[in-house]
């Protein structure tokens, strides 16, 4: 028999009907057989991270310095205002970031996504030579996060630019 012959009776592949049945890993529901209460539960929870990312980046800076500037009396700074807001604000900002935490764990679980089995490789995360894969997951608050950081700083940037001299007019 050649050696050519031998290798490929050595290489044969089983018929298909042979094959042993290959077991897929099991996969939770996905959203669509979880129901329409599942549906409305994940949109309600995009809808409070929407609203706890603008309280991180809007309504905590401003509500304690709106707090900070009704302590201050007169035209001379104090120092106790200013530690208010320096010790105040990242406490809230933690807080709220661990809320904004909980609820993408809860959508997580309301709509089965498993952010482990989706590895999406984050633009900023990958090495310019691509050598290395991101470990990181993306996620739906990421993508929150990322669309409100981007929206404030437009905004803030409109603001600046357009509106600003108009309630600081100069001397």
């Known amino acids: 028999m050649p050696a050519r012959a031998r ?7 089983a018929p298909p009907s042979q094959d042993p049945p290959r077991h897929e890993p099991s996969r939770p529901a996905g959203l669509r057989e979880r129901g329409a209460g599942a549906v409305t539960g994940a949109a309600s929870l995009v809808v409070l991270m929407a609203v706890g990312s603008v ?12 707090l900070a500037s ?3 009396h007169g035209p001379n700074p104090s120092f106790g205002p200013y530690l ?12 709220i970031g661990k809320g ?10 309301v709509t089965g996504y498993d952010p482990i089995e989706q590895r999406v490789p984050l633009p900023w995360l990958k090495s310019m030579r691509g050598e290395r894969v991101s ?5 739906v608050l990421d993508v929150i996060m990322i669309v409100s950081v981007t929206v ?4 803030g940037a409109i603001w600046f630019l357009f509106f600003a001299h108009l309630s600081n007019p100069l001397p």
């Open 7 to 13: 290798i490929q009776s050595q290489r044969r592949v």
């Open 55 to 66: 309280a991180l980046w809007i309504g905590a800076p401003l509500s304690w310095l709106w």
């Open 84 to 95: 208010l807001v320096a010790f105040g604000m990242p406490t809230t900002m933690f807080i």
């Open 70 to 72: 009704r302590l201050q």
């Open 100 to 109: 904004l935490a909980a609820l993408d764990r809860a959508f997580a679980d």
């Open 152 to 155: 404030a700083l437009v905004v």
């Open 135 to 139: 470990g990181r997951r993306r996620t």
